[in-house]
């Protein structure tokens, strides 16, 4: 024990039990999660909106603080350090559940969705130059869903994958804090 942690009890080293499991938790899921939206995109050729790529952004967070967090934990880091990698955690992949939810809104028309990807195309440029394009680009609209299973689309799956890893990360957190 050092001299810090013995003066303050709010530094004392925390077991790695509830935050190692959640971070560890939420970064499997993760992981798994954003290979499966590779394997969409690169292997079925289901190519990302521009919604579904602002998605992913939480999961490029989220995998390397829950490996950090996991290995903080199980190295008996403080446990204010431990609670501030859960805390981000929670709040990333809950905030990435609200992204997900506008998003299936989008796709199921409640609201409008951002211009460049559900809104009218307004300049089309010269002739030649559109049907130059029209080979090369493919538009992919976040107001379109293109696969669907069970009546989800991908976003509503992203809604629940996130809001599973928040429950976690939240449920690793107060252990964590309750925890003496």
């Known amino acids: 024990m050092t001299i810090q942690s013995a003066a303050i009890p709010a530094f004392k080293q925390a ?20 290979a499966g939206a590779w394997f969409f995109q690169l292997v079925l050729e289901i190519l990302p909106c521009p919604l579904c790529l602002e998605q992913r952004y939480a999961y490029y967070l989220v995998i390397p603080l829950g490996a950090l ?20 955690l929670a709040l990333a992949t809950l905030a990435n ?17 951002p211009t460049d990807c559900s809104g009218p195309v307004v300049n089309l440029g010269s002739a030649a130059d559109l049907l ?13 869903v293109q696969w669907r299973f069970l009546g989800l689309s991908l976003a509503g799956y992203n809604v629940l994958i996130s809001l599973l890893m928040a429950a976690i990360a939240a449920w690793g957190l107060v252990r964590t804090a309750r925890r003496t």
């Open 15 to 34: 077991s790695a039990g509830p935050a190692q499991t959640a971070s560890l938790l939420v970064t499997l899921i993760a992981a798994v999660t954003i």
């Open 69 to 88: 967090t996991a290995l903080a934990a199980r190295s008996g880091a403080p446990r204010p350090l431990l609670l501030a990698g859960l805390a981000i």
């Open 97 to 113: 559940a609200g992204l997900g939810t506008y998003h299936a809104g989008v796709e199921w028309g409640f609201w409008k969705g």
């Open 132 to 144: 130059s394009k029209l080979d090369t680009v493919k538009v992919v609209r976040c107001d379109e």
